[in-house]
Structure formats: C-alpha cells, structure tokens
T-cell receptor, first 110, second 112 residues
Framework: GQNIDQPTEMTATEGAIVQINCTYQTSGFNGLFWYQQHAGEAPTFLSY????GLEEKGRFSSFLSRSKGYSYLLLKELQMKDSASYLC???????????FGTGTKLQVIP | GAVVSQHPSWVICKSGTSVKIECRSL??????MFWYRQFPKQSLMLMAT?????????EQGVEKDKFLINHASLTLSTLTVTSAHPEDSSFYIC????????FGSGTQLSVL
C-alpha cells in the first residue's frame, strides 16, 4: 500500500520562511509532486522531484531524499496569498495513479 | 503547460437524477485520466483510473455502477454520477497523466 504523511496545519508570519514536510512509504517510486490548492479550487502544480536534492523555483523550493522517504516544500518571503493547502503526492511508477497525502493547511498571518 | 478542461464547474441537481462531468485534454493526448473526489477539508481521494478504449479501474469502495466512466477518445473522459444522492455532494476533479499530472478546474456537485 501507499502511506503519505504531512502535518495537518501550520501557521507562519508574512515575510518569513516555512518548511512543510512529507514522509512516504510506497511500493515503488517514480516521482514526488507538490501541489497548492486554494479552497474551492483545483490543485495547481508547484514542483516535481524524481532525483535526490533540492529544486528551486522562485520563492518555492522542494527537496527529496529517496533513501529516507522524505521531502519538504520550502516557501520563502511568505505572502498572504500563500495561505492554502499544500498537497504532497507520490507516483509509484510510470503513469500509474498518484497518491495524495492529506494536505497541509498553511495560514499566513500578518 | 498542458491544459485540462473540465465542465461543468458546478451543478445542482435533485436526488435521483444523473449528472455527467466531462474532462478534456486540450493540447495533448491522454491515454490515462484519473477521477478524484474531495470532501470539505479533506484531501483528494482517487476514485478510478480511466484508460482510453478499455474499462476503468475503480478504487476499493467506489461503486462502478454508480460512477460510470467512459474514455472513448484520447482527449475525453466522462464521469456520470447515476441516481445521485445528497451524500454524493462533493468536489470532483479529473486529471490527465503525462510527465506531470494536470488537473481540470473541478466540478462542485450539490445534490438536493
């Protein structure tokens, strides 16, 4: 089976940095995704990691360690609009179904 | 990036009626599409995998006779909620598989 864990909720201050962790245990591995989802909207793609290391894209960075079954999403210079749920998702292999974690609801406060 | 079009965006129907949701990949061919359901404050739950030209694969606990999936072409998959009941009210999202997973905009279904 697939098991993906991430914190349920987090709160951070505008302008600060926040790290959202994700641990996974899956039958195979062919990539880890991070998505952002605002309430009532579909998820939007943030990042995709298939090799170990850090991928940086503007204010957002994503890290992967396959040996540890661990990833994190790093958000810098937080803005109020970053308040959303952040979903970690793992693809076991090929174009097989992607399994989502429960999501982390991030609240950015002034 | 790739675009997936889903409609309707929202639908209100009476209990017992059927509702069809369409999912189209606009600029790429998607041999595989996925249908997810999301209840308030919960994450996405995979309902079924839709494969072009073959029967859909349903996740455990999802009634295949209630949630009919048709993937007749490489760009279109449809989900029909048959005999809808209030407990079927949810946010339904389709996605198309390429290197990444591209999502439709979602359909909010409310069954009265």
């Amino acid at each position: 089976g697939q098991n993906i864990d991430q914190p349920t909720e987090m709160t951070a201050t505008e302008g600060a940095i926040v790290q959202i962790n994700c641990t996974y245990q899956t039958s195979g591995f062919n990539g880890l995704f991070w998505y952002q989802q605002h309430a009532g909207e579909a998820p939007t793609f943030l990042s995709y990691n298939v090799l170990d290391g850090l991928e940086e894209k503007g204010r957002f960075s994503s890290f992967l360690s396959r040996s540890k079954g661990y990833s994190y999403l790093l958000l810098k210079e937080l803005q109020m609009k970053d308040s959303a749920s952040y979903l970690c998702a793992v693809r076991p292999g090929g174009y097989q179904k992607v399994t989502f974690g429960t999501g982390t609801k991030l609240q950015v406060i002034p | 990036g790739a675009v997936v079009s889903q409609h309707p965006s929202w639908v209100i129907c009476k209990s017992g009626t059927s509702v069809k949701i369409e999912c189209r990949s606009l600029d790429f061919q998607a041999t595989t599409m996925f249908w997810y359901r999301q209840f308030p404050k919960q994450s996405l739950m995979l309902m079924a995998t839709s494969n072009e030209g073959s029967k859909a694969t349903y996740e455990q606990g999802v009634e295949k006779d209630k949630f009919l999936i048709n993937h007749a072409s490489l760009t279109l998959s449809t989900l029909t909620v048959t005999s809808a009941h209030p407990e079927d009210s949810s946010f339904y999202i389709c996605s198309a598989a390429a290197e990444k997973l591209f999502f439709g905009s979602g359909t909010q279904l409310s069954v009265l």
